[in-house]
């Protein structure tokens, strides 16, 4: 499988807009040392307006979680996808996030004549796209794909929980935290930590060699 390919912001920075459906990108789950990393693509409903929408970090979980359900409701379409741990570990995460994002546009029901994705880096899209730094602050479409995205993730992290309890997933989402750490070096990695990343490599190594 060839890796994703992404370009620079700047390449394909677009001073003009056109008439037609605007779709918000955003991705979760970058940092963690497991699970799969989650991008969503939404197409809001200007005549239904959702209030409130904001950076998903901002949000308290309860908060993200009524806004799930209402960006569900009332966008005119929704995308929820994701690049795999495999395929974080083989391509890279930067690589895997811009793959995870282009499965979420390709995913719309509908087509947008413009996609406009957070951060500075952009996949390969067959639609026009522009990135907008700290944009799941500043574009109303772009915060529900973070909100849409982050909750998905936590879902994930409490599912993980269950399977995996002595990590400690629930609490830290798979980021390296003195905890997550410690249960690393106690039990291993499981088969969701992401190979690749640094504390999950050398967890490897410690326990091959015990």
């Known amino acids: 499988m060839p890796s994703p390919r992404y370009l620079l912001a700047e390449q394909v920075s677009l001073p003009w807009d056109s008439p037609g459906l605007l779709a918000g990108v955003d991705e979760a789950g970058r940092g963690p040392l497991a699970g799969p990393v989650v991008a969503a ?5 200007e005549r239904q307006p959702i209030a409130g929408l904001a950076d998903s970090k901002k949000l308290t979980a309860r908060r993200r979680e009524l ?7 009332k966008a005119l379409c929704c995308s929820i996808a994701q690049a795999s ?15 995870a994002m282009r499965r979420a546009v390709e995913g719309l029901r509908l087509k ?5 994705v957070d951060g500075n880096r952009l996949p390969t899209l067959q639609v026009r796209a522009e990135a ?8 109303p479409a772009i915060s529900a794909a973070s909100i849409l995205a982050k909750v998905t993730r936590d879902r994930w992290c409490q599912e993980v ?4 309890p002595g990590y400690g ?8 935290t003195a905890e997550h750490l410690q249960a690393l070096r106690s039990l291993g990695a499981t088969v969701q930590h992401r190979r690749h990343f640094a504390p999950v490599a050398q967890a490897l190594l410690c326990h091959s060699s015990e």
Request: hydrophobic letters at 50%; zero cysteines.
């Open 41 to 45: 693509a939404v197409i809001l409903d």
């Open 67 to 73: 806004l799930y359900d209402e960006i569900l409701a």
């Open 85 to 99: 741990v495999e395929e974080i570990d083989q391509f890279n995460i930067l690589h895997a996030t811009m793959l």
């Open 112 to 116: 947008p004549s413009k996609v406009l």
């Open 161 to 164: 929980d269950a399977l995996y």
């Open 132 to 139: 907008i730094v700290q944009g799941d602050a500043k574009v």
């Open 169 to 176: 997933f629930a609490r830290h989402k798979g980021y390296g």
